[in-house]
């Protein structure tokens, strides 16, 4: 049975650096696809970032891009998204999600998370002085 659980959230300075974790068991990263979505109260929950580890396909946000970078390990089973120069915009719920499809080369729009159907129970971060 395919199960997620994220950590490495927290509370940071605008400008800091945090690097949350994903880890994957009851399937291999290499059969999956990875997506990383955020939610704050009263929105949807947004993609931010998605990776294909297998096919070595990854996708972000605008908001995100030159910011942060989602990266797998294979031996640890792990997804990771590493996040730079923090703003207080990217303050949310994290959320890493998945999906089983061994053959994909290319992740989905970051719109699509319907397509998820698996997803770990999140992790707080807050960015703030």
């Known amino acids: 049975q395919l199960k997620l659980v994220e950590s490495g959230g927290g509370l940071v300075q605008p400008g800091g650096s945090l690097r949350l974790s994903c880890a994957v068991s009851?399937?291999?990263?290499?059969?999956?696809?990875i997506g990383w979505f955020r939610q704050v109260p009263g929105k949807e929950r947004e993609g931010v970032s998605c990776i294909v580890h297998r096919a070595y396909s990854s996708n972000y946000a605008e908001s995100g891009k030159g910011r942060f970078t989602i990266s797998g390990d294979n031996a640890k089973n792990t997804v990771y998204l590493q996040m730079n120069n923090l703003k207080p915009e990217d303050t949310g719920v994290y959320y890493c999600a998945a999906y089983f499809d061994p053959d994909s080369n290319i992740c989905p729009h970051l719109s699509q998370k319907d397509r998820y159907d698996v997803w770990g129970q999140g992790t707080q971060v807050t960015v703030s002085s």
């Open positions: 009851g399937k291999t990263l290499d059969s999956l696809v």
